[in-house]
């Protein structure tokens, strides 16, 4: 797959002044002007993050409102509902507040609304589980700030709400008690940016404070904290690194027994990073909702025996097992599809439908599409409840849910964003629907957005890659949206003549660039097709990341190859 290679704008001036107060390799000094770290006191945060900088939980609007009813809920013993949504940041958040809670106060609960039979959000089969059960108080979590109808028929029931959102709010808001959401207009809250469960680690922490509680009882659920931060894909700036930060250091030092039965049952054994959360640990706890109940997150999260996460947890890692063979065997098809149909494989979008394909599993699907095969606006849809459900993937650049909204006279439901979006319609309209996205993508996209693109941070001289250097870029960790992993590109390297195919699929490369006698050794993975550059000796260009191999039991700097191309 052809790759765009788009190089990163510098600032020589605030490199130049960084680089003079902080004395550091001065292509550490771009990276860091390039995250927005401008001062040796923005540096300064930025590598040594403490828990003393995050912000007060009360200039949060409403954070009195919410902590004062439920105080009043403790004084008169009613019942408490603790809602969330079923995926990582969800379940990550309704664990963290119930269990917090709960340790104070018996009269309460927990509720996840079915995936497939109720749907994302505040369902109606969960307002109504509340009223018939006698909740007066539901605390929603990563979900509610546009659930307007069905909050208000909650008021109207005697059930009072706390929403606790990370969404972008509309214009007008639900009936609630209180609504702690940091987008909301008003809302004087520094960092904007916080994921469903970070916002519920704030409404303990204010609760915690009113009742005089040591900082440990909320600080034990950092390691749920840091998790929904990596799986939500929120910013990894501000509040949202300090807790990332100090949440990975308790998941590698002490975290809760559901946590330390997933990370043993995947096997891993080194430190754990932020990639960990997301490729490991989060596909598991997704896998409760996409192929059963996920409730068995919130169970796993909140179980204290060791024994008893562990036996909750072989549930999960079963499940994900079960979702990657059934993913993998549906991603194959699809493709199968495309190759089939040359009509097909020319398009500018992907739409496709089978109605025996799992509803869980279609969004990892269409993701997968777009990451290895065929670069460019996808759907995949499937038969549910006699309706055609389906999960809509983009590409950099391209709002798909834009593309989605102009096809809404076919369509029954739909919502989402910029990258993701979901739609239901009726069996009779897929054909009329598939090409009329097509027709709307065809006729917008700027053909560019069809090429990936690579971002790179900056060039960089082999020479430049040593331990020293190493050891500050590593400090970049935690790694995510709006500090990615830097990206390196390299001009005029030639093979030492050790670079080698490795089972024919990957390179193992081995490189010198100029006059600097030492070879840097890298690895491409799935890159075979570009060895006929590599061996022809002549000077390339290759764009790729830092990191470290083992080998014998030594630790030695390698380049993980993302691209290479040939004069």
């Known amino acids: 797959m052809q790759k765009r290679w788009t190089v990163r704008s510098y600032q020589p001036k605030q490199e130049a002044l960084l680089q003079a107060s902080l004395r550091i390799h001065p292509l550490l000094c771009r990276l860091l002007v390039q995250r927005g770290m ?10 040594r993050p403490t828990l003393a900088d995050l912000h007060d939980p009360w ?14 809920a403790f004084f008169r013993h009613e019942k408490i509902l603790v809602f969330g949504d079923y995926d990582v940041d969800g379940t990550t958040a309704v664990a963290t507040v119930f269990d917090f809670l709960h340790s104070l106060y018996n009269n309460i609960e927990f509720y996840i609304p079915h995936r497939y039979r109720e749907g994302y959000g505040i369902s109606t089969q969960g307002i109504e589980y509340a009223r018939d059960n006698d909740f007066s108080l539901v605390i929603a979590l990563d979900c509610g700030i546009k659930a307007i109808d069905q909050i208000t028929w909650a008021a109207d029931h005697g059930i009072d709400f706390i929403i606790c959102d990370h969404h972008l709010p509309d214009a007008i808001l639900p009936p609630a008690v209180a609504i702690l959401n940091p987008k909301q207009y008003d809302c004087p809250y520094p960092y904007k940016e916080l994921s469903g469960c970070g916002i519920g680690y704030k409404l303990i922490t204010a609760f915690a404070q009113k009742k005089g509680l040591p900082e440990s009882a909320v600080y034990r659920y950092l390691d749920l904290v840091a998790t929904s931060i990596a799986a939500d894909i929120v910013p990894m700036t501000g509040e949202n690194r300090v807790l990332a930060f100090h949440g990975l250091k308790k998941v590698n030092e002490s975290p809760l027994p559901g946590i330390q039965a997933l990370i043993q049952l995947s096997g891993l054994k080194e430190q ?7 490729f490991v640990i989060a596909p598991r706890v997704n896998a409760a909702g996409r192929m059963d109940d996920a409730r068995k997150a919130v169970n796993l999260f909140i179980e204290n025996d060791m024994e008893k996460a562990m036996e909750i947890a072989k549930v999960l890692h079963a499940d994900n097992f079960d979702r990657k063979e059934i993913d993998g065997n549906i991603t194959k098809e699809a493709v199968e599809l495309i190759q089939n149909d040359t009509t097909l494989h020319n398009k500018k979008s992907t739409v496709l439908y089978k109605p025996d394909w799992h509803k869980g599993v279609v969004g990892i699907v269409a993701s997968r599409l777009i990451d290895k095969y065929y670069y460019r606006p996808t759907i995949i849809l499937t038969l549910s409840n006699d309706k055609v459900a389906g999960s809509a993937r983009s590409v950099i650049g391209f709002n798909v849910y834009e593309a989605i909204h102009q096809c809404k006279d076919l369509l029954e439901n739909y919502g989402g964003h910029f990258y993701a979006a979901g739609m239901t319609l009726k069996p009779e309209n897929v054909a009329a629907f598939q090409e009329k996205f097509e027709e709307v993508v065809a006729t917008t996209i700027n053909p560019d957005l069809l090429i990936p693109e690579i971002t790179i941070d900056t060039e960089i001289g082999l020479k430049d890659i040593t331990p020293a250097f190493f050891n500050i870029l590593r400090q970049f960790e935690p790694l995510g949206p709006d500090n990615q992993r830097p990206v390196f590109l390299v001009r005029n390297v030639v093979d030492s003549g050790y670079s080698r195919l490795i089972k024919d699929e990957h390179i193992k490369f081995s490189v010198k660039q100029g006059k600097h006698p030492i070879a840097v050794t890298g690895i491409g993975f799935y890159m075979s097709d570009k060895f006929s550059i590599v061996s022809s000796r002549k000077p390339f260009d290759m764009v790729f990341t830092i990191d470290e191999n083992e080998w014998n039991g030594k630790m030695n700097l390698q380049m993980k190859v993302i691209d290479i191309r040939s004069h």
């Not at 754990?272 to 997301?278: A, E, F, K, R």
């Open 38 to 47: 401008h001062t040796y006191d923005e540096s300064r945060l930025f590598f």
């Open 59 to 72: 200039i949060m609007k409403d954070m009195d409102k919410a902590v004062s009813r439920i105080e009043q």
């Open 272 to 278: 754990l990073t932020i990639s960990n959360l997301v």
